[in-house]
């Protein structure tokens, strides 16, 4: 199974909401990793079954201490919990101050959650920098979605973010660009914009910025969710995503057995 790492420059454009829709609709089994070294939300935000608060104590940094005896599976999915709804999360670091205690985790917890046998993996990465302590594990994701709005500002830091991050990872590159649906134009320019500075991002999508739908994640939601435009988006794109990551990953091509084929005895 497949890591996705979804990340934004600066701003808040919308990354956990939209890692918590992505997750939800996400058509295989799915865990939602909250990376973001500024805090959770999901546990403030979101309840477990029946409305149950989620336990904050259980997450990356009782991860962190357990992952001492090894990573894998197992061990994350027993730090993981469920939210209502059925969506399983591994909770973030309550603050930033507990990201020192995480230690060397962030590399082998992004090679293991990009093999995960039990589903695919969406991890919210919050905002990423050159120092960013959570950079591993964008540099294990199969795709890596930078999400931004169409404004001047959230273009530009998109466009500098872009530029560095193409020279430290080797993963599909995707951008989601949250806008009023009709404001189709201003997103056209974001691809304008993206196609001048000649980068490999070959997804782009257009989330509908809908503060009704919006507010379902955020503990505010009223009426039908399945009717906002947020989530008719979404599910277009939820699904181009898994299916991107649903193929193999490329192999090395092997030079030797190519040239000389086994059984090939001349
Ligand atoms: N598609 C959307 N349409 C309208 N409002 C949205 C949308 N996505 C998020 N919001 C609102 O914007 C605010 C920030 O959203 P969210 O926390 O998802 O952003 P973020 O990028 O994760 O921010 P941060 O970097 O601070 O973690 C919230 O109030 C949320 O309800
Ligand atoms: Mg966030």
């Known amino acids: 199974m497949a890591l996705v790492a979804l990340a934004s420059a600066k701003g808040s454009p919308g990354v956990t909401t939209a890692s918590l829709v992505f997750g939800a609709l996400w058509p295989r089994q799915v865990l939602l990793a909250e990376c973001d070294p500024a805090g959770s ?22 991860l962190a201490a357990a992952s001492r005896k090894g990573l894998g599976d197992e061990v994350i999915l027993a730090h993981s919990q469920q939210l209502d709804g059925g969506l399983d999360v591994l909770l973030g670091v309550r603050s930033p101050e507990q990201v020192g205690g995480m230690g060397g985790l962030w590399h082998p917890l992004g090679i293991t959650f990009n093999q995960m046998q039990h589903g695919d993996v969406l991890a919210d990465c919050g905002r990423i920098g050159a120092s960013s ?3 591993p594990v964008i540099q294990s994701a199969r795709l890596v979605v930078l999400m931004c709005s169409a404004t001047g500002s959230s273009v ?30 201003a997103v056209k320019q974001v691809w304008t914009v993206l196609d001048a500075m000649s980068l490999p991002v ?8 809908d503060q009704a739908g919006a507010a379902f994640f955020d503990g505010r939601g009223h009426g039908r969710l399945d009717k906002t435009p947020l989530i008719r988006t979404a599910t277009d794109i939820t699904a181009e995503m898994a299916s991107l990551v649903s193929a193999p990953p490329p192999q090395d091509f092997d030079m030797a057995n190519a040239a000389f084929p086994p059984g090939d005895d001349r």
């Open 41 to 62: 939300d999901v546990a403030i935000r979101m309840t477990g079954p029946g409305g149950a608060a989620l336990n904050s104590d259980r997450g990356l940094v009782s």
């Open 156 to 185: 530009a830091h998109l466009r500098e973010r872009l530029s560095t991050l193409v020279h430290h990872v080797d993963a599909q590159l995707g951008v989601v660009v949250v806008a009023d649906p009709k404001q189709r134009d």
């Open 133 to 135: 302590p959570q950079l």
């Open 202 to 209: 070959r997804h782009r999508w257009h989330l509908a910025y």
